[in-house]
């Protein structure tokens, strides 16, 4: 059962644009919430959290928005970069473990 | 500070074989959590150890089995192997108990195929 999803697989965008990520979660009990990056070979890194007592989290080119009642949150990253085409996983936790979607990979176009 | 260190990196083995993954977590992390990573799957937790006690388990059969050693190096064991055990392992420690409100840091993972 997934807790946690991503439902666009795949996301392409032009080099300076906004680049937008969705993720819906289920469980009610997840209370704090991380996007994480993942090139090819390579283990996932820490992008950027958000507590549920906060709405928005920002650092740099990242923003994360969080919607409780809507059990939704979002990456916004702007502008885009090359370096930024990933797989970006989103990940909710519930004091025990971490649970994360399938991933969105991301693709800039020069 | 060195990162969190997994080997072997590639790994083929046949159906019906067991396999050994090891993972050197982070300098003065004391919880370790092991991940699967399939296509189209996203992350699957497997378990959590934490000063050498197994603290949380996935949704994975007993075949899957890990440990944790004093100085925090933890294994992950899979018995009896089949096709669909073929995916990237990957490790991750912290400082802390659990995930909660402490990101977790990666290694690059080990890439099991089973033929």
């Known amino acids: 059962d997934q807790q946690v999803k991503q439902n666009s697989p795949s996301l392409s965008v032009q080099e300076g644009r906004i680049s937008i990520l969705n993720c819906d979660y289920t469980n009610s009990m997840f209370d704090y919430f991380l996007w994480y990056k993942k090139y090819p070979a390579e283990g996932p890194t820490f992008l950027i959290s958000i507590s549920s007592i906060k709405d928005k989290n920002e650092d740099g080119r990242f923003t994360v928005f969080l919607n409780k009642s809507a059990k939704h949150l979002s990456l916004h990253i702007v502008p885009s970069q090359p370096g930024d085409s990933a797989v970006y996983f989103c990940?909710?936790?519930?004091?025990?473990?971490?649970?994360f979607g399938a991933g969105t990979t991301v693709t800039v176009r020069a | 500070k060195a990162g969190v260190t997994q080997t072997p990196r590639y790994l083929i083995k046949t159906r019906g074989q067991q396999v050994t993954l090891s993972c050197s977590p982070i300098?003065?992390?004391?919880?370790v959590s092991w991940y699967q990573q399939t296509p189209g799957q996203g992350l699957q937790f497997l378990f959590e150890?934490?000063?050498?006690?197994?603290?949380n388990k996935g949704n994975f059969p007993g075949r899957f089995s890990g440990r944790q050693f004093s100085n925090s190096r933890s294994e992950m064991n899979v018995s009896t192997l089949e096709l669909g055990d073929s995916a990237l392992y990957l490790c991750a420690s912290s400082p802390g108990q659990g995930a909660y409100n402490s990101p977790l840091h990666f290694g690059n993972g080990t890439r099991l195929t089973v033929t």
């Open positions: 300098s003065g992390h004391r919880s």
């Open positions: 990940a909710a936790s519930d004091r025990y473990k971490l649970s």
């Open positions: 150890y934490f000063s050498e006690t197994q603290r």
